[in-house]
């Protein structure tokens, strides 16, 4: 599949056109990399990409129907480059998938993915109603940041209740210290914004924005045996944050509506 490489003064980035997927993102002021690819990841376009940061869209998680893909149309298909600009000390690359609708949403959309690649990374997605009706969307930017040892690392910043999708429960306070020591899948229903992982060797601060969930998750050992494009080993060194649309937003006809990530 077609990969994009941008490598300015202040930072490089690889991404595949298929799923419209950031693969890479390496600051040059302390070359690490933020992300984390499966090694076992599937880069054929067969099936999505496990790793980097997948594009969730037009919903979040399994569809209504049970023949839908789950996480979306999106991360499936093709995307083009519409515009690249290059600054000093950033690019900006946007894209758009070669199409917004299909079963399971069949509205007049216009999906946007801007990246702004400089000292820190700042990823948007953007909707548009180009129709005459509102639609209702879902979505996420899945992203997987790489982490030195899953079970040293601590998250701050996340408060308050959550759903538990392994417990099967709502769970009234989130953990503080907030550590990860299993299979973790959560929604924290949160317009919280600045998220930070604390790691000794691999830390990332997160900036979000028109989300209306952060969704933390790790498949941890046992899960990940049963997926192909998982490694033995490599859910310790990865970690799920997402900011999402888990509710269904509403967007009305000519309305935009922006669902960003900031990475440093
Ligand atoms: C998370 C979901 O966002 O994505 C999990 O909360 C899911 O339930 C995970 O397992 C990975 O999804 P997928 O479709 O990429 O395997």
Not at 17 to 32: A, E, Q, T
Not at 68 to 81: D, K
Not at 160 to 181: E, F, H, R
Request: net charge negative.
């Amino acid at each position: 599949m077609p990969i994009i490489s941008v490598d300015n003064p202040v930072a490089s980035l690889e991404l595949s056109l298929f799923g419209g997927h950031v693969l890479s993102f390496m600051p040059k002021r302390d070359n690490r990399q933020r992300l984390w690819l499966s090694p076992k990841a599937v880069m054929d376009g067969s099936k999505p990409i496990r790793g980097g940061i997948p594009l969730c869209w037009p919903w979040f998680g399994q569809a209504s129907q049970a023949d839908l893909p789950a996480h979306g149309l999106v991360r499936n298909q093709m995307w083009q480059v519409i515009r690249v600009d290059d600054d000093m000390d950033e690019t900006r690359l946007q894209l758009q998938p070669k199409q917004c609708s299909g079963p399971g949403f069949v509205h007049s959309a216009e999906l946007t993915l801007e990246l702004l690649i400089g000292h820190q990374l700042s990823v948007s997605l953007i909707t548009r109603n180009t129709g005459q009706q509102a639609f209702t969307f879902g979505g996420a930017l899945h992203s997987y940041f790489r982490v030195s040892d899953i079970g040293k690392v601590k998250i701050t910043g996340l408060q308050g209740p959550y759903q538990d999708k392994v417990q099967n429960t709502l769970m009234d306070t989130s953990p503080s210290p907030y550590c990860i020591a299993a299979e973790t899948d959560r929604i924290h229903l949160t317009q919280s914004a600045d998220i930070s992982i604390v790691d000794a060797e691999c830390a990332t601060q997160l900036h979000n924005q028109g989300h209306d969930s952060l969704v933390v998750w790790n498949p941890w050992q046992e899960k990940s045996a049963h997926m192909a494009d998982m490694s033995a080993n490599g859910y310790q060194q990865m970690l799920c944050i997402e900011a999402a649309i888990t509710q269904g937003l509403e967007l009305a006809p000519g309305q935009s509506h922006t669902l960003k990530q900031v990475i440093a």
